[in-house]
């Protein structure tokens, strides 16, 4: 499966974005799908997964209470809402999905090619 990430940009702190993962090639009802982002310096980090029907979702601790993950099956894409950003959310956000449901672990098989949010104070 082909992963493309969109929908990142520059936003105010305070203000929301809504990153998109498409999928082609396979449908994505068949994978579990996760959002990870790397910030300039740093490691990448977990940031929300979706396990294949979308009824369970997981968070990483910087975002819980701020973004939301979800999926429409039937377009073939997750998304991730954020809302109440901070500078600090500022990194390139990769979308990536497995066959298995594996939250947080960051092997999963296929990786999108990331999409810059950047947050200005």
């Known amino acids: 499966v082909q992963l493309q990430a969109s929908g990142g940009g520059l936003v105010q702190a305070g203000g929301s974005l809504r990153l998109s993962c498409a999928a082609s090639g396979r449908t994505l009802s068949s994978y579990a799908v996760a959002w990870f982002r790397r910030a300039p310096r740093k490691e990448r980090e977990f940031v929300a997964a979706i396990n294949k029907s979308g009824g369970s979702t997981y968070y990483g601790d910087s975002v819980k209470g701020r973004f939301t993950i979800s999926r429409d099956n039937a377009k073939n894409s997750v998304y991730l809402q954020m809302n109440s950003l901070k500078p600090e959310d500022t990194a390139v956000y990769y979308c990536?999905?497995?066959?298995?449901?594996?939250?947080?672990?960051?092997?999963?098989?296929?990786w999108g090619q990331g999409t810059l949010v950047t947050v200005s104070s």
């Open positions: 990536a999905a497995d066959s298995d449901y594996i939250p947080w672990q960051p092997r999963y098989d296929y």
